[in-house]
């Protein structure tokens, strides 16, 4: 129903994915995720394949924090420019994350061990809260396998997520 | 109760040593000192052999206390090395087997190393790691073999070394390597080099262009002093060795090092080995320089666990060989 | 700190498993996903600055390998995370499989207690063999050097069906070359890993080099020529002193 999982252990951070559809605010959403008072991630779930590939991002966001070693300013700003193959940060925020008139959004909460502000969160849009199960309806496996420069080739003898995540996870040192 | 007698002459040092069921009765050597900025030649090593060989015979026996007739068999360097000296060595060993009557064998010289190593250390069953002038090998015992897990792929450790000292021109006496540790002692500098390992196996060449290039513009500059030059190629080199020791360990399970020849007296490189053993619960066993490097008595007690095997050389057999792969031998004693 | 804990994650919520030459071997749970770690530790009896360097550039050489094949092809496992300053790599942990090594072992062993000839080993070998050779040959016909091919770096996966997968691991001496050189010396370095690891397999890399062969058809003629060449080099190496 939800995915919630525990990030690197060191920092004591989880990881919740919600599906929002049908949202009617995005802009609001937007400006209030800009401004930073809403605390939480919006991606756009085109792009996104499964929300493994959101921990993977989030995960690599929380640890260069933690080494002081973030390349944008925030740490959602930080998870979708994780997402990216670009090392242009501009573009990569635009491309990953949320416009105005999106209608279906990922929200990626990150909170401490045993805090729970999901609710809080959430309660800002005003949009029908999906099961995370339904994300394949949103997923543009075409568009991600061009984003993401993966061809069929490589399907064969890889998942699309697991091909994802492992450009996240090496994009700061090789070009595909 | 078996008293071999072996006789060494593959490289630049002549050694005859006589070996009583482990223990060495006598050991002695002669080393052909070309000048500074020359490596040895093969004519002019067989002739400096050829001139001491019966005089250090003498010596051996002497101070063995040891007669002719005493001895029970007579061990000889058959490869691999260099032809003439090996030839020189030879001729001698198998004169003086068939003037006394004795039954002749012919000894892989790397197998002389790990025989000697594992007698002198007493270490069980270790990874060795050859390294001399002529060799750069990992092995380890399997099977009846000793195998060649990895090696050089281009030229020795100690040729490398060497070769470098010429560069600077530093004294080949009491060798090269010696001279290039000592320098190496005062180096601070460290100067980047290639490090190249290839599976377990290293490649020396590319370092040793690469340091030859630059040191002329690099001393001349006042960049490097030559200290720095000798302690960065140890550092790199030595790692090399070190990296690919290691890994056979892993590869093998083994919790031993016994490191044999020439290059390993340098106390660097017995100091990183020692290191990284202790950082795995391993030990090293390593000898000092009247065993690491060439000698006569490894020949004899290598000789000597073939000879109790029943391992003999035919006459017809005792010839010499400048190739001989230390894997070529049937390891009958282990 | 003790032998497997350095005070981080690793200590306390993945277990070791194997200790290298180079790097120690984790398995746990990463990311609601079996995972290992390859953390490759400090080597105290190299100087610091090379020490580093040559920590940073295997591990990128192994990150990008990895990557390399799965675009090639190649089955690898996934990254999840490669952390320079942990000096480690998180990969997913590939499900019911065994190292090459460990299943020629085994096969092996099986071999022997049927009193089995040396014939009826590679039969049983057979079909691996070929799927390895047709691995390595589509590594190579992508001028991706592993650099350290043994039995233990190569994963067999084997599903319902008896369908083979072979997955290559430890990648931290690969490079890209397109040099005949480097590519029979790769073959040349899996060749001696499988003598000195097992007996009675010199026919086992004749029928891995059988199906390289078909594999990468481009390059056959000459890789088989190099390999042939640094053979004789090894075989051959004047050794003196």
Redesign the interface.
């Known amino acids: 129903m939800t995915y919630k999982i525990e990030l690197d252990s060191d920092y004591r951070k989880n990881l919740s994915v919600f599906l929002i559809k049908d949202v009617q605010n995005a802009a609001e959403i937007k400006e209030m995720v800009v401004k930073g008072t809403l605390d939480c991630c919006v991606i756009k779930p085109t792009l996104i394949i499964h929300p493994f590939q959101i921990a993977v991002a989030a995960n690599k966001a929380v640890i260069s924090k933690m080494q002081d070693k973030m390349t944008t300013k925030t740490l959602h700003t930080e998870i979708l420019y994780n997402l990216s193959t670009s090392r242009n940060i501009t573009q990569s925020l635009m491309k990953f994350g949320v416009g105005e008139s999106d209608k279906n959004m990922l929200v990626g909460v990150i909170e401490e061990s045993g805090e729970d502000r999901t609710d809080n969160v959430l309660s800002h849009f005003k949009g029908i809260i999906s099961p995370i199960e339904e994300l394949p309806k949103f997923s543009d496996t075409a568009l991600i396998k061009k984003t993401y420069k993966i061809k069929d080739s490589e399907l064969a003898v890889s998942t699309l997520t697991d091909s994802v995540v492992t450009r996240i996870a090496t994009r700061d040192f090789t070009s595909v | 109760m078996v008293i071999a007698i072996g006789f060494e002459g593959s490289a630049n040092k002549l050694g005859i040593g006589i070996v009583h069921n482990g223990v060495v009765l006598s050991n002695c050597r002669r080393t052909y000192i070309t000048p500074p900025g020359e490596g040895f030649l093969p004519r002019e090593t067989a002739q400096h052999h050829r001139s001491l060989v019966l005089a250090v015979l003498s010596q051996a026996l002497r101070e063995a206390a040891v007669t002719p007739e005493q001895i029970d068999v007579v061990c000889y360097t058959k490869g691999p090395g260099m032809a003439p000296s090996l030839q020189t060595v030879a001729i001698v060993a198998r004169t003086i087997a068939q003037l006394w009557n004795k039954p002749i064998i012919g000894v892989n010289h790397c197998i002389g190393h790990i025989e000697m190593g594992r007698m002198i250390t007493g270490s069980d069953n270790p990874i060795v790691l050859y390294v001399s002038g002529g060799n750069t090998q990992v092995i380890a015992y399997s099977r009846n073999r000793y195998r060649v897990f990895g090696e050089t792929i281009d030229i020795a450790i100690g040729n490398c070394l060497d070769r470098f000292a010429r560069v600077l021109k530093l004294s080949n006496d009491p060798s090269p390597g010696y001279n290039i540790e000592q320098l190496a002692k005062k180096g601070k500098k460290f100067l980047s080099l290639p490090y190249v390992v290839k599976g377990m196996d290293v490649s020396f060449s590319g370092i040793l262009s690469y340091i030859e290039k630059q040191s002329y513009q690099l001393l001349k500059s006042g960049e490097y002093a030559p200290e720095d030059l000798c302690f960065s190629l140890q550092e790199v080199l030595f790692a090399m060795l070190v990296e690919t020791t290691e890994r056979a360990m892993a590869h093998c399970g083994s919790q031993e090092v016994l490191i044999v020849g020439g290059v390993g007296c340098n106390l660097r490189l017995q100091e990183m080995m020692e290191t990284m053993c202790h950082e795995r619960g391993a030990k090293l066993f390593a000898t000092d320089e009247r065993f690491c490097i060439d000698n006569g008595v490894m020949i004899a007690q290598a000789g000597f666990e073939m000879f109790r095997t029943g391992n003999l050389t035919k006459w017809d057999e005792t010839t010499v060989t400048q190739r001989y792969r230390t894997d070529a031998v049937e390891v009958t004693w282990r | 700190m003790a032998d497997d804990g350095r005070k ?2 690793l200590g ?2 993945f277990k070791l498993i194997k ?4 790097a120690k071997v984790y398995k746990g749970n ?4 079996p995972t290992i770690v390859k953390e490759r ?1 400090k ?5 610091l ?2 020490d580093n ?2 920590t940073k550039e295997r591990i ?1 050489s192994e ?2 390998a ?2 390399r094949c ?2 090639a ?4 496992p ?6 320079f ?1 942990r000096r480690c790599i ?1 990969m ?1 942990d590939v499900q019911n499989s065994t190292t090459i090594k460990d299943y020629i072992t085994q096969i092996s062993e099986e071999a022997e207690n049927e009193a089995g000839t040396a014939g009826s080993l590679l039969m049983k070998l057979y079909p691996i063999a070929q799927e390895i050779g047709k691995v390595l040959g589509k590594l190579h016909a992508n001028n991706i050097i592993h ?4 039995s ?1 770096n190569m994963l067999l996966v084997k599903d319902e069906k008896d369908t083979l997968t072979i997955v290559l691991i430890d990648f931290g ?1 690969s490079h890209v070359e397109s040099s005949m050189e480097d590519k029979a ?2 073959l040349y ?1 899996l060749q ?2 499988l ?3 097992h ?1 009675n397999v010199d026919r086992l890399f004749a029928t891995i080099l059988d199906a390289y062969m078909k594999e990468n058809k481009k390059e056959s003629h000459e890789v088989l020529k190099k390999f042939n060449e ?1 053979w004789a ?9």
Not at chain 3, 73 to 76: S, V
Not at chain 3, 78 to 83: E, G, I, K, R
Request: charged share 30%.
């Open positions: 981080c994650a306390y919520d200790q290298g030459a180079e990463y990311l609601g996903r530790f080597k105290s009896y190299r100087l600055d090379l360097h040559i990128k990150a990008r990895v990557l799965k675009i092809g190649i089955h690898t996934a990254l999840y995370l490669v952390d300053e998180y997913e650099g350290d091919l043994t233990s001496l010396v790769d370095v001696r890993a003598m000195s690891t007996a640094v080099r090894g075989r051959k190496r004047t050794m003196v002193g």
